[in-house]
């Protein structure tokens, strides 16, 4: 169900995108470790605590979740999964130091769950003017340590009401931000090992053929395909819990 002023004639609701670097274990964690990725898929507020269920995507899920628990504003930490390539955490952490401390102080709304890569949380949100936009990003840039980037907004008319939920439930907006996941290289060795078959069965090219083509050792460029794939895969994991 869309929010009550969503509905409302005439209004100048604002879509947008916004990065986020502040002081927490999310953006910490993703600091020390660049190939690992965290999706908060959901969150409960418990007084001055917030309890997360947390999709970690690494190649050293271990190491991280160890980091996780020793962090100085973290409280709990379960293993729900974990395999060589990630896991499931609950995490009982600092209210205060989540975004979401300032967010839920204002009638601007979460659309999403937010990803965490390269020390940023990346948040799509809804406000009901650019005055609600524009207060939430004061709010958040007066905290201390909190570097806040407007990445990208637009107008959200009533008629848009209907299209936003075929887009969100179709995970159109985790596709759209998914390559911004990606470093320049690692997206450019992607779409070329799509474009050449790499990713057909069978193959109809090899790694080695492929660093010919773009005149790196075939190491640099399983690197670059297994970082993109670790990166892009607990996207794709969201979006078909969704289809």
């Known amino acids: 169900m869309e929010p009550e002023w969503v509905t409302k004639k005439d209004d100048n609701s604002i879509l947008f995108e916004v990065s986020i670097n ?6 910490d964690v993703t600091e020390k470790n660049r190939d690992a990725i965290l999706i908060s898929t959901m969150s409960s507020i418990h007084e001055d605590s917030i309890t997360n ?3 970690l ?12 628990r020793n962090h100085k504003l973290v409280k709990k930490v379960d293993v729900l999964l974990l395999n060589i390539n990630g ?3 609950k995490v009982i952490s600092s209210y205060k130091a989540m975004t ?5 102080q204002t009638d601007v709304m979460l659309l999403e769950s937010p990803t965490t890569a390269d020390g940023n949380d990346s948040e799509i949100l809804l406000a009901k003017s650019h005055k609600s936009m524009n207060e939430l990003l004061s709010r958040w840039k007066e905290q201390e340590g909190y570097e806040v980037r407007l990445k990208k907004k637009k107008h959200f008319k009533t008629d848009d009401a209907n299209g936003y939920g075929v887009f969100s439930k179709s995970g159109f907006f985790d596709l759209k931000s998914a390559k911004e996941l990606l470093s320049g290289k690692q997206l450019d060795i992607f779409r070329l090992a799509g474009d050449y ?3 057909e069965m069978p193959k109809r090219i090899t790694i080695e053929e492929l660093a010919e083509k773009v005149d790196l050792a075939p190491s640099t460029v399983a690197e670059h395909l297994r970082k993109a ?5 607990p996207v ?8």
């Open 229 to 233: 794939e670790m990166k892009l895969l």
């Open 236 to 243: 794709l994991s969201k979006v078909l819990r969704k289809i």
């Open 22 to 27: 502040h002081p927490c274990w999310f953006c």
């Open 87 to 89: 896991a499931l955490l």
């Open 57 to 68: 995507t690494s190649s050293t899920p271990e190491k991280d979740i160890e980091f996780i």
């Open 53 to 55: 269920i947390v999709q």
């Open 197 to 199: 078959g790499y990713y």
């Open 100 to 104: 979401y401390n300032i967010l839920h």
